[in-house]
Nanobody, 125 residues
Framework: QVQLVESGGGLVQAGGSLRLSCAAS????????MGWFRQAPGKEREFVAA????????YYLDSVKGRFTSTRDNAKNTVYLQMNSLLPEDTAVYFC??????????????????WGQGTQVTVSS
């Protein structure tokens, strides 16, 4: 049974940092892309970042480039999202996901097969 378990969310002041973790289990993820999405109240779930499990190639939403960094630790089957210079508009539930979306569908929610339960990130102004 595939499981993705996020952790690391919390409340932080604007300008602060958080590091989210996503522990993956239940199958081999080589060849998979690990994505990060977020959903703010009343809004659609949106793509934030992604990283190739083997290649380590990363992709980011324009508004988080330079502030967020996605990394992975293959030995621990864990991916991370380091979030710096947080803004109130970054407030959302953050989800990690695993799939094989291909380059053209990297930012498409429906292209991912497995999802975590989400972790709340709240940035106060």
């Amino acid at each position: 049974q595939v499981q993705l378990v996020e952790s690391g969310g919390g409340l932080v002041q604007a300008g602060g940092s958080l590091r989210l973790s996503c522990a993956a289990s239940g199958r081999a993820f080589s060849g998979y892309t690990m994505g990060w999405f977020r959903q703010a109240p009343g809004k659609e779930r949106e793509f934030v970042a992604a990283i190739g499990w083997i290649s380590g190639t990363t992709y980011y939403l324009d508004s988080v480039k330079g502030r967020f960094t996605s990394t992975r630790d293959n030995a621990k089957n864990t991916v991370y999202l380091q979030m710096n210079s947080l803004l109130p508009e970054d407030t959302a539930v953050y989800f990690c996901a695993a799939g094989r979306p291909g380059g053209s569908r990297l930012r498409v929610r429906g292209a991912y097969d497995y999802w975590g339960q989400g972790t709340q990130v709240t940035v106060s102004s």
